[in-house]
């Protein structure tokens, strides 16, 4: 019996399925062995030496491995097929004592059988220059995070943290909303003929193109411009037919999957991340198991298999018949920096229609597989084509324009329209017939006034789309970035939008002023470039990292002797200071927020701060606010402020009233639109909608629940 190790125990029963007799499947549950929590782990004296440790909490799961892999015939390391999943299997050859040049490392980029057949039959050594490109990327991340991390502490607030990629993404953030801030609007005017060909009943817009290249900024202006129109007569002096097409996408790369599933189907990064994952490793489908329906899901590239891009072509003639064919097959140019070590995305099999899984998988799951289903099938489809028509019209010496498209064939849009929702882009059924000469009448003229816009923030989709075009990151890191950013208070939402916070600003001011070369978009894009270069070409990964250190430990010295601080102001909490009668302050320290005297050092009394303790109501014994509490497994339970002295604690939150039936203390359930007040004691109960306070009690068990699934 032969062990194979894989990462997920989520694609356990895919893998084990595919592979039949003989092979035993063990998960390693992600990494195994990494540098220490504590402290530094990296000997900078000795060429920045890792020193990795096992991960406190897989300590048992070790030993298990290590005791399956000393019975087997055989070990193979499946991790997943990109730098990472390269590490974790070097890690694990490394606690089974494996040779360096054993031929234990397999592969797939898919969990088909055909995938995973044929890995089984290509074993590999590991490959030693993928290991290092994620050695020095961990490296370096761990330096810049361990030392700049501190160092936000002291000169602004505690418990902060910096980051290689995440700080100059916030820096993104933060020169967009001072674009925002700073942006001041300048009047223009517009001009829209509604017109109506002599004899014809089809009306045509025009639009004025005085404003192209120069604005018409004054309503002066415009009033000039409108009698001179109005004195002339509208007639075509231009007129350009021809046939146009639009192109289909390319498939599905991890940001413009992101990107997609974000403006589409109105899903978050994280949301996006962990459905994809569950359709690479595998969906359960009643009377199947679990079943494994796209390839993998963390790429940059936009390459297809030859035999994917056959597949397409067989299933687009069956389905759709010839014309729907491009002329030669598609094949899409990946972007200089990409690492093209996978596929696009694409579903495994054409086979599963989306519309075949409908009902049979959960709705995430389901959309964003008929997503990837149809970008894919749409990347291997014909062109649309069009009747375009562009008029150029004249009166009282003032150029306008009428354009229009109308369809002749709708190639790949039959399955996916990459035109955006809020394009000016409009398809019409049919366009007028228009000839040069011809002359129109006016049914309206429509002048507006208009101001120029600030540039729109970010969203999580249009973010990561900048640090793709940026060269910030990698797929794999994309969504996690963007989360950290949120989680540290830098960035909050407002709608869809991502908006940098006071305390963003002020970190990211800071290490621009002591760090120039890490919050440098450029930089951060040229060190991806090295680490491909160790990947590719074999650079030597300690060389990449003493590079940057040379020049980060002088700039992180000149920070540390400097006297600047730029602390943020305590916020005043509602607690009043039971020592001397001051409202207390919310402080951040090493643990975590508490309250604090703002008469320190007079006044040093301190007490535990529960950010959302007035949502629960109070204690039904004391009368003292009551806190949401965590047991050690993660669980939500609720406990009086007056712990230990009081030991009430409640599985559900406490409503603050008695029940009028039997006298018992009621609780509340809190739902998505409604409140649940009930007795636990007897059958009464009543609904009340949730008021503004109530939807913060709910807020904070979603985040606490979503803690609990991570």
Same mark, same amino acid.
């Given at each position: 019996?032969?062990?194979?190790?894989?990462?997920?125990?989520?694609?356990?029963?895919?893998?084990?399925?595919?592979?039949?007799?003989?092979?035993?499947?063990?998960?390693?549950?992600?990494?195994?062995?990494?540098?220490?929590?504590?402290?530094?782990? #990296?000997?900078? *004296?000795?060429?920045?030496?890792?020193?990795?440790?096992?991960?406190?909490?897989?300590?048992?799961?070790?030993?298990? +491995?290590?005791?399956?892999?000393?019975?087997?015939?055989?070990?193979?390391?499946?991790?997943?097929?990109?730098?990472?999943?390269?590490?974790?299997?070097?890690?694990?050859?490394?606690?089974?004592?494996?040779?360096?040049?054993?031929?234990?490392?397999?592969?797939?980029?898919?969990?088909?059988?055909?995938?995973?057949?044929?890995?089984?039959?290509?074993? /590999?050594?590991?490959?030693?220059?993928?290991?290092?490109?994620?050695?020095?990327?961990?490296?370096?991340? /761990?330096?810049?995070?361990?030392?700049?991390?501190?160092? +936000?502490?002291?000169?602004?607030?505690?418990?902060?943290?910096?980051?290689?990629?995440?700080?100059?993404?916030?820096? +993104?953030?933060?020169?967009?909303?001072?674009?925002?801030?700073?942006?001041?609007?300048?009047?223009?005017?517009?001009?829209?003929?509604?017109?109506?060909?002599?004899?014809?009943?089809?009306?045509?817009?025009?639009?004025?193109?005085?404003?192209?290249?120069?604005?018409?900024?004054?309503?002066?202006?415009?009033?000039?411009?409108?009698?001179?129109?109005?004195?002339?007569?509208?007639?075509?002096?231009?007129?350009?037919?021809?046939?146009? &097409?639009?192109?289909?996408?390319?498939?599905?790369?991890?940001?413009? %999957?992101?990107?997609? $599933?974000?403006?589409?189907?109105?899903?978050?990064?994280?949301?996006?991340?962990?459905?994809?994952?569950?359709?690479?490793?595998?969906?359960?489908?009643?009377?199947?198991?679990? #079943?494994?329906?796209?390839?993998?899901?963390?790429?940059?590239?936009?390459?297809?298999?030859?035999?994917?891009?056959?597949?397409?072509?067989?299933?687009?003639?069956?389905?759709?018949?010839?014309?729907? +064919?491009?002329?030669?097959?598609?094949?899409?140019?990946?972007?200089?920096?990409?690492?093209?070590?996978?596929?696009?995305?694409?579903?495994?099999?054409?086979?599963?229609?989306?519309?075949?899984?409908?009902?049979?998988?959960?709705?995430?799951?389901?959309?964003?597989?008929?997503?990837?289903?149809?970008?894919?099938?749409?990347?291997?489809?014909?062109?649309?084509?069009?009747?375009?028509?562009?008029?150029?019209?004249?009166?009282?010496?003032?150029?306008?324009?009428?354009?229009?498209?109308?369809?002749?064939?709708?190639?790949?849009?039959?399955?996916?329209?990459?035109?955006?929702?809020?394009?000016?882009?409009?398809?019409? &059924?049919?366009?007028?017939?228009?000839? *040069?000469?011809?002359?129109?009448?006016?049914?309206?003229?429509?002048?507006?006034?208009?101001?120029?816009?600030?540039?729109?923030?970010?969203?999580?989709?249009?973010? #990561?789309?900048?640090?793709?075009?940026?060269?910030?990151?990698?797929?794999?890191?994309?969504?996690?970035?963007?989360?950290?950013?949120?989680?540290?208070?830098?960035?909050?939402?407002?709608?869809? $939008?991502?908006?940098?916070?006071?305390?963003?600003?002020?970190? #990211?001011?800071?290490?621009?002023?002591?760090?120039?070369?890490? %919050?440098?978009?450029?930089?951060?894009?040229? %060190?991806?470039?090295?680490?491909?270069?160790?990947?590719?070409?074999?650079?030597?990964?300690?060389?990449?990292?003493?590079? =940057?250190?040379?020049?980060?430990?002088?700039?992180?010295?000149?920070?540390?002797?400097? &006297?600047?601080?730029?602390? %943020?102001?305590? *916020?005043?909490?509602?607690?009043?200071?039971?020592?001397?009668?001051?409202?207390?302050?919310?402080?951040?320290?090493?643990?975590?927020?508490?309250?604090?005297?703002?008469?320190?050092?007079?006044?040093?009394?301190?007490?535990?701060?529960?950010?959302?303790?007035?949502?629960?109501?109070?204690?039904?014994?004391?009368?003292?606010?009551?806190?949401?509490?965590?047991?050690?497994?993660?669980?939500? =339970?609720?406990?009086?402020?007056?712990?230990?002295?009081?030991? !009430?604690?409640? !599985?559900?939150?406490?409503?603050?009233?008695?029940?009028?039936?039997?006298?018992?203390?009621?609780?509340?359930?809190? =739902?998505?639109?409604?409140?649940?007040?009930?007795?636990?004691?007897?059958?009464?109960?009543?609904?009340?909608?949730?008021?503004?306070?109530?939807?913060?009690?709910?807020?904070?068990?979603?985040?606490?629940?979503?803690?609990?699934? *991570?």
């Amino acid at each position: 019996m032969k062990v194979v190790f894989i990462e997920s125990p989520n694609k356990k029963a895919s893998v084990e399925k595919y592979l039949g007799e003989g092979y035993k499947v063990v998960a390693t549950m992600g990494h195994i062995r990494d540098l220490p929590a504590k402290g530094l782990g #990296v000997d900078i *004296e000795h060429n920045f030496k890792p020193e990795y440790t096992i991960m406190p909490d897989k300590k048992k799961l070790v030993e298990q +491995l290590t005791s399956v892999a000393k019975k087997a015939d055989g070990v193979l390391l499946a991790t997943d097929p990109d730098r990472e999943g390269e590490a974790i299997a070097w890690h694990m050859s490394k606690i089974l004592g494996l040779k360096e040049d054993e031929t234990c490392r397999i592969v797939f980029n898919e969990i088909s059988k055909n995938a995973v057949q044929k890995g089984l039959s290509e074993p /590999r050594a590991i490959d030693i220059n993928l290991v290092d490109a994620q050695q020095a990327r961990r490296v370096l991340d /761990r330096l810049v995070g361990y030392k700049l991390s501190p160092l +936000l502490c002291k000169k602004i607030q505690g418990n902060l943290s910096a980051g290689r990629v995440q700080s100059v993404t916030l820096r +993104l953030l933060v020169d967009r909303e001072r674009e925002i801030e700073n942006f001041k609007p300048e009047e223009y005017w517009t001009l829209t003929a509604v017109l109506l060909k002599q004899g014809e009943k089809e009306k045509v817009k025009a639009y004025l193109l005085d404003g192209k290249d120069k604005k018409i900024k004054t309503k002066e202006e415009m009033d000039a411009i409108l009698e001179d129109v109005k004195k002339g007569t509208f007639t075509a002096t231009s007129v350009k037919k021809s046939i146009t &097409s639009s192109h289909p996408s390319a498939p599905f790369t991890t940001s413009t %999957m992101q990107q997609d $599933a974000l403006n589409k189907l109105g899903m978050s990064l994280k949301q996006t991340t962990q459905t994809a994952q569950g359709l690479y490793e595998g969906v359960d489908i009643e009377g199947e198991g679990k #079943v494994p329906l796209v390839t993998y899901i963390r790429t940059d590239s936009v390459r297809i298999s030859p035999e994917a891009a056959q597949r397409a072509k067989e299933y687009i003639t069956n389905k759709y018949g010839d014309k729907y +064919l491009p002329g030669a097959p598609r094949v899409y140019k990946n972007k200089k920096d990409a690492q093209d070590a996978h596929e696009a995305i694409r579903p495994i099999t054409l086979d599963r229609t989306p519309e075949s899984l409908e009902g049979k998988i959960g709705k995430p799951f389901y959309k964003l597989y008929k997503l990837i289903y149809d970008r894919f099938l749409a990347s291997q489809m014909a062109d649309a084509s069009y009747n375009s028509l562009s008029v150029d019209i004249e009166s009282g010496g003032h150029k306008f324009r009428a354009t229009g498209r109308a369809l002749i064939f709708d190639g790949y849009t039959v399955l996916y329209n990459n035109i955006p929702e809020d394009s000016e882009d409009e398809v019409s &059924s049919k366009l007028p017939n228009i000839e *040069e000469n011809d002359t129109f009448k006016t049914e309206e003229l429509k002048p507006e006034q208009k101001f120029t816009k600030a540039p729109a923030r970010f969203t999580e989709s249009s973010l #990561v789309k900048a640090m793709e075009e940026k060269g910030i990151g990698r797929p794999a890191t994309y969504a996690q970035t963007v989360s950290t950013i949120m989680s540290r208070n830098y960035a909050e939402k407002e709608g869809k $939008a991502l908006k940098a916070t006071e305390l963003g600003k002020k970190v #990211v001011d800071m290490l621009i002023k002591f760090f120039p070369n890490i %919050m440098d978009i450029g930089f951060t894009a040229t %060190m991806e470039d090295k680490l491909d270069d160790i990947e590719y070409g074999g650079k030597v990964w300690q060389n990449v990292v003493g590079e =940057f250190y040379t020049g980060f430990d002088k700039e992180l010295r000149v920070a540390l002797k400097d &006297s600047y601080v730029d602390h %943020m102001p305590d *916020e005043e909490s509602d607690v009043v200071c039971d020592k001397c009668g001051a409202k207390m302050v919310i402080k951040t320290g090493k643990y975590g927020k508490f309250l604090a005297c703002p008469n320190f050092p007079t006044c040093k009394n301190t007490k535990t701060y529960n950010e959302h303790a007035k949502d629960y109501g109070t204690c039904p014994k004391c009368g003292k606010p009551v806190k949401q509490l965590k047991t050690k497994a993660g669980k939500v =339970f609720y406990g009086c402020e007056g712990y230990p002295s009081c030991d !009430w604690r409640a !599985w559900d939150a406490p409503a603050g009233e008695k029940c009028p039936n039997c006298g018992e203390d009621m609780i509340v359930k809190v =739902f998505s639109v409604n409140k649940m007040i009930k007795c636990p004691k007897c059958d009464y109960s009543r609904k009340e909608p949730i008021k503004k306070p109530e939807a913060n009690i709910n807020s904070a068990n979603e985040e606490v629940k979503e803690e609990n699934e *991570e």
